[in-house]
C-alpha cells in the first residue's frame, strides 16, 4: 500500500521515498515470479527433450530393421510384382521419414559442443517445420512458407533449429 504525502515537506519527502521503495519491491517481485516460471519452462522443455531423445533412440533400431527387411524384400521379388515392389518401395520412404524425423528430434535435443558447417536453408526450414507440424495443426495454426531463396548459411543446424521451433 501507498502512503499519501503529507506534513512537514521532509515527512512528504520521506513519504515519496517509501512509496518509491514499495513500487520498487513490486516490480522487483513481478520480475522473481516472471523468472520464476521461465525456469520452470525451460526445465519442463530440457526433461521432454531428454525424453525425445530416449524415444528417438528406442525407435531407430526397429525403423533400421523395417528399411533393411524391406529392402531384402524387393529384392526378392521378380519383375511381375511390380505392385508389390512398389509398396515396399513406399514403406521404405516412410521409415526413412520417420528416421530423418529421429534424426531431427535427436538433433534438437542434443546438449553439448556445438557443429557448425555450411547448410541449405530451405531443407533446414522444411525440416524445422516437420517438426513443428503435427503441434501446430493440435493448435488450429497454419504454417505457411513463402519463396525461401536459395541460400547456405554456416552455423550448428541443431541449435538455429532450436531456436525458430521455441519461438
Not at 513481478?30 to 521461465?38: K, L
Not at 531423445?53 to 526378392?76: C, D, M, V, W, Y
Request: proline share 4%.
Amino acid at each position: 500500500d501507498r502512503i499519501a504525502p503529507s506534513g512537514a515537506p521532509e515527512l512528504r519527502e520521506a513519504h515519496h521515498a517509501f512509496n518509491n521503495m514499495a513500487d520498487a519491491l513490486q516490480h522487483l517481485e513481478r520480475e522473481r515470479a516472471q523468472t520464476q516460471r521461465a525456469m520452470l519452462q525451460n526445465a519442463k522443455l530440457t526433461s521432454i527433450g531428454q525424453l525425445a531423445a530416449g524415444i528417438a533412440h528406442e525407435l531407430r533400431n526397429p525403423l533400421a530393421n523395417i528399411f533393411s527387411l524391406t529392402k531384402l524384400g524387393q529384392r526378392g521379388l521378380p519383375d511381375s510384382e511390380a505392385q508389390r515392389r512398389a509398396d515396399l518401395q513406399n514403406i521404405r520412404d516412410e521409415a526413412e521419414r520417420a528416421s530423418n524425423i529421429i534424426r531431427g528430434l535427436l538433433d534438437f535435443s542434443r546438449q553439448g559442443p556445438t557443429h557448425r558447417s555450411d547448410f541449405d536453408l530451405a531443407e533446414w526450414l522444411h525440416d524445422c517445420i516437420a517438426l513443428v507440424t503435427r503441434m501446430a495443426d493440435r493448435h488450429e495454426v497454419a504454417l505457411q512458407v513463402g519463396e525461401i531463396p536459395d541460400l547456405q548459411l554456416h552455423g550448428d543446424q541443431g541449435l538455429l533449429q532450436q531456436a525458430l521451433v521455441n519461438v
